[in-house]
């Protein structure tokens, strides 16, 4: 079974501060994702991520947020200076044939 | 506007008490509707993906079909591990410059022995 993973698990912040989430997706995969999911919300896309360059992105991926693949097995989500509604569940996905496997998440709470 | 609606937004079911849950689109260029099953606290997990209409996908008690303005997620004499959350998403026509899914509030369902 093809699996999504992400760390850390939970992440706790200070709100101005930078967090780094990261994932690794499956490996042949080419189309790369973060979704975020805030308590009792839908699921809801930020950005999409192939041949090493954005593709697409929300309204809510602006300046404070990046992404990165630096390397061929991790993909990152950089949170500049979080806000206190940055606390969400945040979802790493990768897109294969015709599936789109999403990771376990990170729990990032910002106090 | 891309759009997914899915009802209810909760369901009890007795053990073995078949029912369906539904999801209703509106989208630029169909290219995938997805069902997943989420658990509290825990990443979607893919079920299925439909691309035309008429088209059936079937998983253990969970039956996936597709028509050309809805989805149905039909459960057959459901247990109760299969109590969670079931999301329906939709992936637009890259000819319309997206490729994001468009995810639906969930259908929260308990199933109770």
């Known amino acids: 079974e093809p699996e999504v993973t992400q760390t850390p698990s939970h992440q706790v912040t200070q709100m101005g501060q930078e967090v780094i989430l990261r994932c690794v997706p499956i490996?042949?995969?080419?189309?790369f994702y973060w979704y975020r999911q805030i308590l009792g919300q839908k699921v809801e896309f930020l950005v999409s991520?192939?041949?090493?360059?954005?593709?697409?992105k929300s309204e809510i991926f602006d300046d404070q947020f990046s992404v990165e693949r630096p390397d061929g097995s991790n993909f990152t989500l950089k949170i500049r200076s979080t806000k206190l509604e940055d606390s969400a569940m945040y979802f790493c996905?990768?897109?294969?044939?015709?599936?789109?496997?999403f990771g376990p998440g990170t729990r990032l709470t910002v106090t | 506007e891309d759009q997914v609606t899915q009802s209810p937004e909760a369901l009890r079911l007795q053990e073995g008490e078949s029912s369906s849950l539904n999801c209703s689109y509106t989208?630029?260029?169909?290219?995938?509707l997805f069902w997943y099953r989420q658990d509290p606290g825990k990443g979607p997990e893919f079920l299925f993906t439909?691309?035309?209409a008429g088209e059936e996908k079937e998983k253990e008690r969970l039956k996936a079909t597709l028509t050309k303005k809805e989805s149905f997620l039909h459960i057959t004499a459901p247990k109760p591990e299969d109590s969670a959350t079931y999301l329906c998403?939709?992936?637009?026509?890259?000819?319309?410059?997206?490729?994001?899914?468009?995810f639906g509030t969930g259908t929260r369902l308990q199933v109770f022995p």
């Open positions: 490996s042949n995969h080419l189309y």
């Open positions: 998403a939709v992936r637009g026509d890259r000819l319309f410059n997206t490729d994001k899914l468009i």
């Open positions: 991520f192939y041949n090493n360059e954005i593709s697409e």
């Open positions: 989208v630029s260029g169909l290219r995938g």
């Open positions: 439909l691309y035309s």
């Open positions: 996905a990768s897109f294969g044939v015709s599936e789109q496997y």
